[in-house]
């Protein structure tokens, strides 16, 4: 790596911060715009830095054999010792695609969410959330080393935490929040972990990378010529699986994927940003981020890619029976993250990004305009309860379709590419194989699938819900239908860039490609996976129309025979009970047994009351002999002058 100083990155996050600040300083102000425009424009002019700093990036030939990648050294921030941690930044070209999703998207999202919560009493409130997110975001992918990135990580979460239970009043959505926060930090502890281990591994090694990236990379090989095994178990391999499990938190993979549903009792806006375009992307960034040490591991990367495939067909076939519109999509975004790892499985780390930047078009397109449909429906959630509305809100019905048309991976949309990509390694890459493939292919099917039944039930048909309701669907205002087209006009062309040598991925990310996953796969194996792909999203499209467009009793019939297969998938095959059974529950109970046996009665009542007592009686014991009577103290000092005077006598005589 060839590194520029450069301190002009470190406007990117300084932006979203000051807008943090100033909106929560006007929570309590009008207007309530004012913060709005504000939060809007600081993530804008973030975009606009770090457009600048690609410019920057790419104006400066590197010497042969190495990239540029520009960092700013800010202050050091740990110094113990030997162990030097900088509060640095770096900004290369994983980070520069990284950053284009979270500030371009997070500016439209802002815009969106003028519309959508302007009149909404805490609106500054929420916008200072929202550019408080957007800021430790910068920070997790700008980060020059490990500590700096859990910082960004922790920060994500917090916010995540802040935004789901937005509108704390309700119960419910108190309770998503909290399952959020306490479900991430169980993935967290694995990170913290990995963090620890691999700094006692290079120390041991005699490398103080501190642990950054840039040196973590270059030293590697040195630092892991003698490893050694714990148990049977590699050091690089354990490091990866605990990474893997925290990535799995906040990349919503089985069996840490349960808080992501419920998640979506926030906003509208915030599922579109939060928990489609960024946040739950930072576990596939990370593992890229650190393929280096994935690349390595070969047990890491099967565990990897045998969780990514089942989590893509597991929530995919919930998904199917859903009737919540965001919950629908909520799952959706659960089985494409398990598509992105089942790429990071293959060591494909590039069609991982690659799928990461063009489903944050398309799925935060769909998010927000679900919360179209919801805006223009007044709050109704429910499926079941609309149908018939693609020639009364017809914007929202375009862009929505576009963002049905690119998630199934039908042709010449961003999903078919990047999603092709990734069945092409589970097919013919290194790390192939024919589950993996085969389960991928099925979850691409099903995709098509319960995505055009949410497109036919929501914009087709006749309407199903409260006539009363019907005469009042207007479209949304244009602060919320413009970025809808953007996104849509994002989520039609975002995968052409595969055809410009500048910019596909392949040649952009070539550094951060796994080196197992760099041979060239047959053009043969290309066109016969495309096929395949095809096939199996047509297949899905198709049972779609015939299911829920064609007049037929197929459905009806199918939910007579698998009627209580369906009330399964409905419940989501009770997960969140059994988790209530076997985990909650048991905890509850331990907990309540240590607060009452061990706080209350040991340490309170026992050790902590036990030692006030006994000095208590000490206390009244030594308070006797203070009576403040003379006689006694004179007869106490004649006494101990006779004893001290025998003692004395008697020594003598010996």
Not at 90 to 95: E, P, Y
Not at 224 to 237: E, L, R, S
Request: include cysteine; charge should be positive; charged fraction near 10%.
């Amino acid at each position: 790596m060839h590194q520029i100083n450069m301190h002009f990155i470190n406007l990117i996050p300084l932006f979203p911060l000051l807008g943090a600040i100033f909106c929560f300083a006007l929570r309590d102000k009008k207007p309530a715009i004012l913060c709005g425009i504000t939060a809007s424009l600081m993530v804008f002019l973030s975009f606009i830095s770090s457009t600048a700093s690609i410019f920057a990036l790419s104006g400066a030939a590197p010497p042969a054999g190495t990239e540029n990648v520009i960092v700013s050294n800010i202050f050091t921030w740990i110094s113990a010792g030997d162990l030097k941690i900088g509060c640095d930044l770096m900004f290369d070209r994983l980070s520069a695609v990284m950053l284009f999703v979270v500030t371009f998207v997070g500016f439209l999202i802002h815009v969106y969410s003028i519309g959508y919560m302007i009149h909404d009493k805490d609106s500054n409130r929420y916008f200072s959330y929202l550019n408080l997110f957007v800021f430790f975001m910068i920070i997790l992918v700008t980060a020059k080393n490990l500590v700096l990135m859990f910082v960004g990580w922790e920060g994500v979460g917090l916010c995540s935490y802040l935004l789901i239970s937005f509108w704390w009043s309700d119960p419910a959505n108190a309770a998503a929040g909290r399952k959020a926060f306490i479900t991430n930090r169980i993935g967290d502890f694995a990170f913290l972990a990995a963090i620890f281990i691999l700094y006692w591994l290079y120390d041991a090694s005699g490398f103080n990378s501190g642990l950054d990236f840039i040196n973590m990379s270059e030293h590697f090989k040195s630092a892991t010529a003698n490893i050694f095994a714990i148990k049977g178990i590699n050091v690089i391999d354990l490091v990866c699986i605990l990474l893997f499990i925290g990535a799995s938190g906040k990349s919503a993979q089985i069996p840490l994927y349960v808080w992501l549903p419920d998640a979506m009792a926030g906003p509208t806006p915030v599922s579109a940003l939060i928990h489609a375009a960024t946040m739950v992307t930072a576990g596939v960034y990370m593992c890229v981020r650190l393929g280096f040490l994935f690349a390595a591991s070969a047990l890491a990367l099967k565990i990897i890619a045998f969780t990514g495939v089942l989590t893509a067909v597991f929530a995919a076939v919930i998904a199917m029976a859903q009737t919540d519109i965001k919950k629908v999509l909520a799952y959706s975004t659960v089985s494409q993250l398990g598509f992105m790892f089942i790429a990071v499985g293959c060591g494909a780390f590039t069609s991982a990004v690659f799928h990461l930047a063009t489903h944050a078009f398309f799925k935060s397109l769909l998010f927000l305009g679900a919360g179209s449909v919801i805006h223009s429906l007044s709050g109704e959630q429910n499926i079941m309860k609309m149908g018939g509305l693609r020639k009364l809100i017809p914007g929202t019905f375009t862009t929505f379709f576009i963002g049905v048309y690119a998630i199934s991976g039908l042709p010449l949309m961003s999903g078919f590419f990047s999603k092709d990509e990734i069945l092409l390694y589970a097919y013919a890459g290194p790390h192939s194989s024919a589950v993996f493939f085969t389960l991928a292919a099925i979850a691409s099917f099903l995709t098509a699938l319960y995505m055009h039944r949410l497109l036919f039930l929501v914009f087709y048909g006749s309407f199903r819900g409260d006539a009363k309701k019907y005469d009042h669907i207007h479209e949304s205002p244009a602060i919320m239908t413009v970025p809808l087209y953007i996104l849509a006009f994002f989520s039609i062309f975002s995968g052409f860039i595969i055809f410009f040598k500048n910019l596909n991925f392949k040649n952009l990310l070539a550094s951060y490609q796994s080196s197992v996953a760099a041979a060239e796969i047959p053009h043969a194996a290309e066109y016969s996976v495309m096929g395949m792909a095809l096939a199996a999203a047509f297949a899905g499209l198709i049972t779609a129309y015939k299911f829920y467009i064609s007049r037929n009793d197929y459905l009806s019939k199918i939910n007579k025979v698998f009627a209580a297969f369906i009330k399964i998938q409905e419940d989501k095959f009770y997960i969140d009970e059994l988790y209530s059974i076997v985990i909650i529950a048991p905890l509850k109970s331990l907990s309540l047994f240590l607060h009452k046996f061990i706080d209350v009665r040991l340490i309170d009542d026992y050790i902590v009351g036990g030692t006030v007592r006994g000095f208590k009686y000490i206390n009244s014991a030594l308070s006797d002999a203070q009576s403040g009577r003379v006689q006694g103290y004179l007869s106490a000092m004649a006494a101990g002058l006779a004893v001290m005077t025998v003692y004395v006598l008697y020594n003598s005589i010996r």
